[in-house]
């Protein structure tokens, strides 16, 4: 979520450029930030392309001047995403809102913020190190291998993949287990769950939290928000 911060930064110099009379017009006030904006959050942000930003409130030129915008939204693809402490993973239709942004002396600040992003099984899986598939009713496969007397045998674990909001993890609840075809006892799968799927941590800076994840036929959608959000900023 660096690119919030660059974001944000962005409208602020774009609020000096209207003062000094750089940007004269609504509409070049706004393409001049969206342009700003998009090409100042790829690269920190970690967009392999350009994402798109769209600034929202008419006439623009009124809301920058009393530093305050109903909305910000930035949309884009193919962002790489830090999950742990060495993992990354590829996270695509990044959708993100800022409602009600404010400029402060000192920061910038967002009485709203909500957002998606999908992650594909493959991508999903990579960054776990296991395979991933979709399942039936919105549940999630992830399958490894064991090697048992010189043989391969797979191991498939079935379950929904649920949020933690409190301690910002997602975990597998109500998992199978398949053993090499074979079912196994439930006491036995949330030892199996324990050992190769541990609850991973995604914490979120600026007062976002993850909220929910939901599994499709495609990968999965991870859901972000965060209430009176303050990012610093310097002019």
Known sequence: MRFLRNLLVTIVVLLVLLGVGVVATDGM????????AAAQIQKPAGFAQKPTVTVE??????????????????????LTAQVGSNTTVR????????????????????E??????????????????????????????????????????????????????????????????????VSVSS????????AMLKPVHLPLPYGLKLTDIDAGADGVTLHVSGANVSIPHSR
């Not at 957002?115 to 991508?123: K, L, P, R, W």
């Not at 190190?129 to 490894?144: H, I, M, N, Q």
């Open 57 to 78: 409130g008419f006439p623009l030129a009124y809301f920058v001047l009393i530093q305050e915008i109903p909305a910000v939204r930035v949309q884009g693809d193919s």
């Open 187 to 194: 006491q036995v799968s949330k030892q199996v769950v324990a």
């Open 112 to 181: 709203q913020v909500s957002g998606t992003a999908a992650v594909s099984y493959a991508d999903l899986g990579a960054g776990l190190g296991l395979t991933a598939s979709p399942a039936a009713a919105g549940l999630v496969t992830f399958t490894s291998e064991a090697t048992v007397l010189g043989h391969k045998i797979p191991i498939h674990v079935t379950g929904r993949l649920a949020v933690d909001e409190a301690a910002q993890t997602v975990a597998m609840v109500d998992s199978a287990i398949d053993v090499g075809g």
């Open 29 to 36: 006030l706004r393409d001049e930030l969206e342009r700003r």
């Open 91 to 110: 996270l695509s239709a990044v959708d993100v809102t800022l409602h009600q942004v404010r400029v402060q002396p000192r920061t910038v600040e967002s």
